[in-house]
Every structure is written in structure tokens, then in C-alpha cells.
T-cell receptor, first 115, second 113 residues
Framework: EPEVTQTPSHQVTQMGQEVILRCVPISNHLYFYWYRQILGQKVEFLVSFYNNEISEKSEIFDDQFSVERPDGSNFTLKIRSTKLEDSAMYFC?????????????FGDGTRLSIL | GESVGLHLPTLSVQEGDNSIINCAYS??????FIWYKQESGKGPQFIIDIRSNMDKRQGQRVTVLLNKTVKHLSLQIAATQPGDSAVYFC????????????FGAGTRLAVHP
């Protein structure tokens, strides 16, 4: 069964440094998403992306965040200058469409630890 | 406002029993409700969804019930197995949106032999 893959599985970064989290969505999917989950808390939406542009973003997704689909297979999340509170699990997801019955499939996440 | 929450943080059941996980939501403008399962160290895994114009949907060993009158969603798992042990999240999708999932807080299901 096709799956979403994320790399690295764990990223440790000094505060203030830039970090790029990588995702390979399911190949025939057109909609891409990033979510994050702070330890012990619920999963929070960050951003959705379609047709090479952001379709929706949350308040969390400020100017320090950006997303990119640099080629036909990768989808990246960049945090420009990391803060301690950016420490979390970051999940990438993809879906075939934007209808509710076209479910989002999640990767296993990247654990980001900011020191 | 946008709010999806869960009644019980932890549910312990015996193997073979049926499990019921509950979820309350506050937003009436939701198109779909979805249940996800999250095992330790893994991402959320889609289980089942239900459209807002339905009140029941069945899958393999799972049933989702939607009561729009009281804004309540439940996931029933029949003949619970040890492999069902995980955290279960309900999520909703608002109508007119771009498929943004709004997750609830999660319920941990512990299945004992």
C-alpha cells in the first residue's frame, strides 16, 4: 500500500538555526499538508498546499515557516529561525482531493528537538 | 468556535469486549467527521469517516455514530484486540474549507488480555 514517507525521523537543532523537514507524499495525491503535535497534546493543522501554492494556513504558520514542492515528489517544511517552542512531532499528510471522503494519509512524522 | 474534544482520556477494556470511544464537537458547520488511530511512534492512521448528513456508518469491526442534535460522535470497536491499543482521535472538516482537519484531544485505548 502506498504511504507517505518523512525524513529525518528525528532532527536535533540549535535554537535560531534553520531546519528543513522533508516529505514524499503518495504519488498520485494532489493535496499536501503539514501538522504538528506537541508532546502529549492534540494534532494541530499548520498548512495545506495545492497546485504549488498555500491554500490555507493556521495562526501557528507565521513568517518563520514556509513550504515548498521543489520537484514532482518532495514536499518540504522550512522553519527559518527555530525557537524552543517549535519542538514537536511534525506530520506530513497527503490526499487525492479536498473532499472529506478523500482521506488524508499521514507519514510517521519527524521529531524536532530544539536545544 | 472550532472545537473538538473527547470525554475520556483513557479507556481500558478486556480483549474480546466491545469498546466505545466518545467525542464531542461544538462546530455545527462540519462536513465530515473522521476517526484516526495513532500507535506509539507512528502517524495518525485513517479508520473511518462519516458525512454530516448520515448518523451511522460501519466498517470492518468499527462503527461510527453521529448525533448532530447533541453534537456527539462515537467510535465503536467490536471484539477489541490487543492490536487496537492506541490513541484514538476524532477530527472534523469544516464545510467550504480546504480539507483542514481539526483534531480532538485523543483517547488512549488500552486492551488487556
Amino acid at each position: 500500500e502506498p504511504e507517505v514517507t518523512q525524513t529525518p525521523s528525528h532532527q536535533v537543532t540549535q535554537m535560531g538555526q534553520e531546519v528543513i523537514l522533508r516529505c514524499v507524499p503518495i504519488s498520485n495525491h494532489l493535496y499536501f499538508y503539514w501538522y504538528r503535535q506537541i508532546l502529549g497534546q492534540k494534532v494541530e493543522f499548520l498548512v495545506s498546499f495545492y497546485n504549488n501554492e498555500i491554500s490555507e494556513k493556521s495562526e501557528i504558520f507565521d513568517d518563520q515557516f514556509s513550504v515548498e514542492r521543489p520537484d514532482g515528489s518532495n514536499f518540504t517544511l522550512k522553519i527559518r529561525s527555530t525557537k524552543l517552542e517549535d519542538s514537536a512531532m511534525y506530520f506530513c499528510a497527503s490526499s487525492a482531493g479536498r473532499r472529506g471522503d478523500q482521506p488524508q494519509h499521514f507519514g510517521d512524522g519527524t521529531r524536532l528537538s530544539i536545544l | 468556535g472550532e472545537s473538538v474534544g473527547l470525554h475520556l482520556p483513557t479507556l481500558s477494556v478486556q480483549e474480546g469486549d466491545n469498546s466505545i470511544i466518545n467525542c464531542a464537537y461544538s462546530n455545527s458547520a462540519s462536513d465530515y467527521f473522521i476517526w484516526y488511530k495513532q500507535e506509539s511512534g507512528k502517524g495518525p492512521q485513517f479508520i473511518i469517516d462519516i458525512r454530516s448528513n448520515m448518523d451511522k456508518r460501519q466498517g470492518q469491526r468499527v462503527t461510527v455514530l453521529l448525533n448532530k442534535t447533541v453534537k456527539h460522535l462515537s467510535l465503536q470497536i467490536a471484539a477489541t484486540q490487543p492490536g487496537d491499543s492506541a490513541v484514538y482521535f476524532c477530527a472534523e472538516i469544516l464545510s467550504g474549507g480546504y480539507n483542514k482537519l481539526i483534531f480532538g484531544a485523543g483517547t488512549r485505548l488500552a486492551v488487556h488480555p
